[in-house]
């Protein structure tokens, strides 16, 4: 059982950068493939990034890839979000879930937190 808590999210200027977190409680955060999605108004949650249990194997969107580093520190229950570059495509909720595997796609995690509002100025 994993409880999963975003937070960072805010209003940022285009060309910005924003830091996300995602706080886990619960005692198994290290054995997770932990992933961030995002979802725009009106259309499919979608990928972004994800990161194995071991932080050594990370995948990447093509719509993030060189902008957005995921990574994560087991000894505090965290995996990080870091966003550079920001469009104003990149504006949605982000939001941070758990898998048993490496996995990119959303029905394919178990647990998720509530998200937490990007928004990216034009």
């Known amino acids: 059982q994993v409880q999963l808590v975003e937070s960072g999210g805010g209003l940022v200027q285009a060309g910005g950068s924003l830091r996300l977190s995602c706080a886990a409680s619960g005692r198994t955060f290290s054995t997770y493939t932990m992933g961030w999605f995002r979802q725009a108004p009106g259309k499919e949650r979608e990928f972004a990034a994800v990161?194995?249990?071991?932080?050594?194997?990370?995948y990447y969107a093509d719509s993030v890839k060189g902008r957005f580093t995921i990574s994560r520190d087991n000894a505090k229950n965290t995996v990080y979000l870091q966003m550079n570059s920001l469009k104003h495509e990149d504006t949605a909720v982000y939001y941070c879930a758990a898998a048993a595997k490496l996995r990119t796609r959303a029905r394919e995690y178990d647990y998720w937190g509530q998200g937490t509002q990007v928004t990216v100025a034009s």
């Open positions: 990161i194995s249990w071991s932080g050594g194997t990370t």
